[in-house]
T-cell receptor, first 113, second 113 residues
Framework: GDSVTQTEGPVTLSEGTSLTVNCSYE??????LFWYVQYPGEGPQLLFK?????EKGSNRGFEATYNKEATSFHLQKASVQESDSAVYYC????????????FGKGTHLHVLP | AQTIHQWPVAEIKAVGSPLSLGCTIK??????LYWYWQATGGTLQQLFY??????VESVVQLNLSASRPKDDQFILSTEKLLLSHSGFYLC????????????FGKGTRLTVV
């Protein structure tokens, strides 16, 4: 079946250090891939999406490359800030049922000042 | 701009009592609509989706039901709440096309006691 697996948290970093949150997926053919961010007490917000294999998405200094060979979509940021503290979700929309968006378990990021 | 409004913001309900949660989307005609559930600290589980008025597809069985009485309205309900229904309920919408991102409301925090 369709699934998303991502880095288990919490992840604690100091401000100015780099971030990598691993995401791997299983599905048939080529899905659309997303990264969402959720702040406490709010609904998730789209960070960016990548509909095509081997393309990169980016927003607010975060980026991820859709690697179809490795079935991965790792989230990276070169220098995190305290305001980046949140839960990050990797998600996919499978080609077999594009209305059934599947989310990973989320990675809780704490950034220390 | 599109807006999504969920009500109520929070509820405390007794086991065995009925429940009705709602959301309204403004500024978008014929959206796809979704209900998600999030246990405290947990991942996002899609419960239902609807592509058109009057038609709702169930993704998981949690003794809940959903209805779409109008193009811009989505209702989640049950006649008898269980303790396991506690959590954060999120309504979301996407455009009429497949493989597009979903946009979430601010959610309803439900506590069943």
């Amino acid at each position: 079946g369709d699934s998303v697996t991502q880095t288990e948290g919490p992840v604690t970093l100091s401000e100015g250090t780099s971030l990598t949150v691993n995401c791997s997926y299983e599905t048939k053919q080529y899905p659309t891939l997303f990264w969402y961010v959720q702040y406490p007490g709010e609904g998730p917000q789209l960070l960016f999406k990548v509909p095509k294999a081997n393309e990169k998405g980016s927003n607010r200094g975060f980026e991820a490359t859709y690697n179809k060979e490795a079935t991965s979509f790792h989230l990276q940021k070169a220098s995190v800030q305290e305001s980046d503290s949140a839960v990050y979700y990797c998600a996919l929309a499978p080609i077999t049922n594009a209305y059934k968006v599947i989310f990973g378990k989320g990675t809780h990021l704490h950034v220390l000042p | 701009a599109q807006t999504i409004h969920q009500w109520p913001v929070a509820e405390i309900k007794a086991v065995g009592s009925p429940l009705s949660l709602g959301c309204t989307i403004k500024g978008k005609s014929s959206p796809n609509l979704y209900w998600y559930w999030q246990a405290t600290g947990g991942t996002l589980q899609q419960l239902f989706y609807s592509i058109t008025v009057g038609q709702v597809e169930s993704v998981v069985q949690l003794n809940l039901s959903a209805s779409r009485p109008k193009d811009d309205q989505f209702i989640l309900s049950t006649e008898k709440l269980l303790l396991s229904h506690s959590g954060f309920y999120l309504c979301a919408w996407s455009s009429g096309q497949a493989n597009t991102e979903v946009f979430f409301g601010k959610g309803t925090r439900l506590t069943v006691v």
